[in-house]
T-cell receptor, first 113, second 112 residues
Framework: DAGITQSPRHKVTETGTPVTLRCHQT?????MYWYRQDPGHGLRLIHY???????DKGEVSDGYSVSRSKTEDFLLTLESATSSQTSVYFC????????????FGPGTRLTVT | GQQVMQIPQYQHVQEGEDFTTYCNSS?????IQWYKQRPGGHPVFLIQ?????EVKKQKRLTFQFGEAKKNSSLHITATQTTDVGTYFC????????????FGTGTRLTVIP
């Protein structure tokens, strides 16, 4: 497996609290992504990054922000968690080469009560 | 916007039967990738198809990319219990950033 970790792996939080999820890679890949996975929806892109301090929105970005101050770290913040943000969050990376397969982290299961 | 639909959503097969999942995009794709996610795990890359009409095989798995580059299929011959999981297609648009649009996935259950 690619060198990609996520923390925490599980979290339970209350509605209205801020939450930050961390993705860390040791592959020095340029591109990093945050997805959420919900039954019946597959994987939906929240935000992505194409370099340090270069980020952009995905299809479900409302209520989320990201930051990338170093190549290896990509943070996802839920500014004020809501129950609709209960989900499994996956981070992914790719090098941007010809076959830019995405390598996924192990996921973070977030429950907002 | 970009949409990638996948059918069926669920499929139960007896071990030894064949299985096929289909992927359809609302727009023409530059390429398509397939991923497998085991229960409780994370998606793992299987293959990428780039050319119109391309067919690739990996042992019992056959992947096809449509002539119009808007659809794709994954066929598994003689399923085994190790094939259990959810299979996702993911397409890259011909325009725009280096993003993939994932299908909704097909969850395969293999009955021994």
């Amino acid at each position: 497996d690619a060198g990609i970790t996520q923390s925490p792996r599980h979290k339970v939080t209350e509605t209205g609290t801020p939450v930050t999820l961390r993705c860390h890679q040791t592959e020095n890949h340029r591109y990093m992504y945050w997805y959420r996975q919900d039954p019946g929806h597959g994987l939906r892109l929240i935000h992505y990054s194409y370099g340090v301090k270069d980020t952009d929105k995905g299809e479900v970005s409302d209520g989320y922000s990201v930051s990338r101050s170093k190549t290896e770290d990509f943070l996802l913040t839920l500014e004020s968690a809501t129950s609709s943000q209960t989900s499994v969050y996956f981070c992914a990376i790719n090098s941007g080469g010809a076959v830019y397969e995405q390598y996924f982290g192990p996921g973070t299961r977030l429950t907002v009560t | 916007g970009q949409q990638v639909m996948q059918i069926p959503q669920y499929q139960h097969v007896q071990e030894g039967e064949d299985f096929t999942t289909y992927c359809n995009s609302s727009t023409t794709l530059s390429n398509i990738q397939w991923y497998k996610q085991r229960p409780g795990g994370h998606p793992v890359f299987l293959i990428q198809l780039v050319k119109s009409g391309e067919v690739k095989k990996q042992k019992r798995l056959t992947f096809q990319f449509g002539e119009a580059k808007k659809n794709s299929s994954l066929h598994i011959t003689a399923t085994q219990t190790t094939d259990v999981g959810t299979y996702f297609c993911a397409g890259k648009s011909q325009t725009g950033a280096n993003n993939l649009f994932f299908g909704t996935g097909t969850r395969l259950t293999v009955i021994p």
